[in-house]
C-alpha cells in the first residue's frame, strides 16, 4: 500500500512539474511577442511620439524588454540632401528630429546600420538609398555626453566617446544599459 501512495505522489509531482514546466514555455514565449515583427523593428514605422518628461530617449518595448530605438528621417528633403548628403540617426528627441515633419520620420530598432530613405524635391522622390549607413547626430551625440557627465560625475565631451562606439552599444542594445 506504501508503494502504490508513493506512486500516486510521485505521479502527482511529475504531473505537476509538468503543469508549471509548460507554463514557464508559454509565458517565455508570450515575453518575447511584439505587436511588431522583427522586419518592421528593423526597417522602421511611423509612429507618432510626444516628448516626455521622464526620459528624452526613443524607447520602445519588444516584449517585456526595453530597446532605445533610433528615429530618422526617411524622406529627405532634395535641399538637405545637397549640405548634409544623408539623414541623421537620432536616439533622443532633440531640436533637429523635432524639426523634421512627424509624417517623414521612421522609428525603429536596428541590429545593424543599413537604413532605407528617399530624397524627395517639390514632392516628386528623387533618389532612393536602400540599406544605407546613416551617421549619428552630433546633437544627440551632445546630449549623451551630458547625461552620462551628470550620471558619472566628471567631463565625458564628444571626443571622448567615438560614434562607431555608439553605433555599436545602440544597435546591440547596450546603450540603454550605460544610460538607465
Do not use: W
Not at 500500500?1 to 509548460?22: C, L, T
Not at 524588454?65 to 530618422?72: G, T
Not at 540617426?89 to 530613405?117: G, L, S, W
Amino acid at each position: 500500500m506504501e508503494a502504490i501512495n508513493k506512486s500516486i505522489q510521485s505521479d502527482k509531482k511529475v504531473r505537476f512539474d509538468n503543469f508549471f514546466g509548460k507554463t514557464g514555455l508559454v509565458l517565455d514565449s508570450l515575453s518575447s511577442l511584439s505587436i511588431f515583427d522583427k522586419e518592421t523593428l528593423q526597417k522602421g514605422m511611423k509612429i507618432d511620439f510626444v516628448k516626455t518628461n521622464d526620459s528624452v530617449f526613443f524607447k520602445i518595448y519588444v516584449g517585456a524588454e526595453l530597446h532605445l530605438a533610433c528615429a530618422y528621417a526617411y524622406i529627405f528633403d532634395e535641399r538637405l540632401f545637397t549640405k548634409e548628403e544623408s539623414p541623421k540617426i537620432h536616439f533622443t528627441q532633440c531640436e533637429i528630429i523635432n524639426k523634421i515633419p512627424k509624417d517623414f520620420i521612421k522609428i525603429c530598432v536596428p541590429t545593424r546600420n543599413a537604413f532605407d530613405y528617399r530624397v524627395r524635391s517639390n514632392g516628386v522622390d528623387t533618389r532612393l538609398f536602400y540599406e544605407h549607413p546613416l551617421r549619428i547626430c552630433p546633437l544627440c551625440v551632445s546630449t549623451l555626453c551630458r547625461i552620462l557627465s551628470k550620471k558619472h560625475k566628471r567631463e565625458i565631451t564628444s571626443n571622448n566617446i567615438k560614434e562607431q562606439e555608439i553605433i555599436g552599444l545602440l544597435f546591440k542594445n547596450k546603450l540603454k544599459d550605460i544610460v538607465f
